[in-house]
């Protein structure tokens, strides 16, 4: 029998990023059991452990992926519980600790700002602003976004439009897909909303501002609102903050646009030209990591499948709601094959020179990223023989989980245990990070002080 003080020091003795994976894993077992509970589905009969288990993951991770229309299938209870999995898992269990531990202890131990850190990926600029700023701007958003979508859902709905307010307020802003408009049109998402700019854009913005990512957030409060009300000199932002927003930006505009010139005569056929830009900006939006749909995915052409799936791998920013390998990481490579060709020796960002450290670390992320996605695709693939999944489709749904996106071209709910399976251990990992996972399994061990290898000669190319 252990006791507790030796059960503390075992915890305490395990490496931060081994503790934050754990936690998400904790997390995603207890809300499985819980949506395994028959006082949880609409039935009132026990949801089986697999597909408790895909819901879970899929909360959790932000994602939105589901086996059931949320609403079919869940009860009040039952939707209560995954909110609140996507409310943790968006802002990540170790956020809700550190914030808990700052309102009680008004301080921090070493250990709990290591975990804070690992937890905003590797941010050490002033972590008790930082933890603060998260949740405050966190609440408020998602306060703001549920009162703005109440003008529209309380007046269609009545006091239930309440509770759908800030269900999809909350979904959006954890980027996590998750709908409860079932009741109107079962798996339809926000289709019946296409061309209504103040769910539509409310919710994009929702969904953008949750994947710019916290230390983003942090920095644009800090260099440019604050000397604003303080009537200072604005500063300027940093370098990591420059890049998410520009890429951000082009990636929404890139997005729209080719959207509405693929999608023209097809799925935004017999809307306004306006109703098809608005469309078209929040598909582009969603395809950052949100996982809402406005229009039918199934339907839509293979090659804006195919873009889709572009947007989806790249997805959100670092220490946000988002998942994807980054926007940070995707900006790095294209950087470095630029650098390359141009006969630079280092990667060369906006005139300044990248840590090699950081170029490994994309090219290892986007490397395993590619052998998860390969695998997940081919598992769909191979193990659903009852029904016909084209590759594309395979291929979208498992870029889906990885990036924690949550949309579908409508094949979740016919795939097997198997696929199940290796879908929840994808959006794991994409929620997580491959680099982050693979270090909480194998551990960190660090080569010996002065150990001096022989240089290994290799020709590439």
């Known amino acids: 029998m252990r006791y507790p003080g030796e059960l503390v020091k075992k915890i305490k003795a395990i490496a931060p990023v081994r503790l934050v994976v754990s936690s998400f894993a904790l997390v995603i077992l207890v809300g499985a059991l819980l949506l395994m509970l028959p006082a949880a589905s609409r039935s009132g009969q026990a949801t089986s452990f697999i597909d408790a288990l895909f819901t879970s993951v899929s909360a959790t991770c932000v994602t939105g992926l589901v086996v059931f229309d949320t609403w079919t299938h869940w009860n009040t209870l039952g939707q209560v519980i995954i909110l609140l999995l996507i409310q943790i898992g968006g802002l990540g269990i170790i956020t809700f600790t550190t914030g808990f531990t700052l309102l009680v202890r ?34 408020s958003c998602e306060f703001v976004g549920a009162v703005l979508l109440c003008i529209r859902f309380v007046p269609q709905f009545g006091p239930y439009g309440l509770w759908i307010s800030v269900f999809e307020a909350v979904s959006a802003y954890c980027n996590a897909g998750f709908d409860i408009l079932g009741f109107r049109w079962k798996d339809g998402s926000l289709i019946g909303y296409i061309d209504d700019p103040l769910v539509s854009m409310v919710i994009a913005f929702l969904i953008i501002t949750g994947g710019l990512g916290f230390i983003v957030i942090s920095d644009l409060y800090t260099a440019k609102i604050r000397p604003i009300l303080r009537r200072q000199k604005r500063a300027h932002l940093t370098l990591h903050s420059a890049v998410v927003l520009k890429m951000t930006a082009i990636l929404l505009v890139l997005g729209t646009v080719l959207f509405l010139l693929l999608e023209y005569t097809n799925t935004l056929k017999g809307l306004s030209f306006f109703g098809k830009l608005n469309a078209s900006f929040f598909q582009s939006a969603s395809a950052r990591t949100a996982g809402f749909a406005s229009v039918n995915i199934a339907q839509e052409h293979d090659v804006t499948k195919l873009l889709t799936i572009l947007l989806m791998f790249i997805g959100a920013s670092p220490a946000s709601t988002g998942g994807g390998i980054k926007t940070t990481t995707f900006v790095v490579l294209a950087s470095t094959v630029l650098s390359v060709i141009r006969g630079h ?13 950081v170029v490994y670390r994309a090219l290892t992320i ?36 990885f990036g924690t996106v949550g949309l579908t071209a409508g094949i979740t709910q016919i795939l097997s245990p198997i696929s199940k399976v290796a879908l929840s251990l994808t959006m794991f990992i994409g929620r997580v990070g491959p680099v982050s996972l693979g270090l909480a399994i194998a551990g960190k061990k660090a080569r010996r002080a002065g150990a001096v290898l022989p240089e290994g000669k290799i020709i590439v190319g």
């Open 106 to 139: 008004r301080k921090l131990s070493l250990r709990d700002m290591q975990l804070a850190i690992e937890n905003t990926a590797g941010n050490t600029v002033s972590i008790y602003r930082l933890v603060r700023i998260i949740l405050a701007f966190t609440l």
């Open 345 to 357: 020796e280092d990667t060369i960002l906006n005139k300044r020179r990248i840590d090699k450290g």
């Open 366 to 401: 986007v490397s395993v990223a590619f052998l998860v996605v390969f695998l997940t695709t081919a598992v769909i693939l191979t193990s659903n023989d009852e029904h016909a999944i084209s590759t594309v489709d395979a291929l979208f749904e498992a870029v889906s989980a």
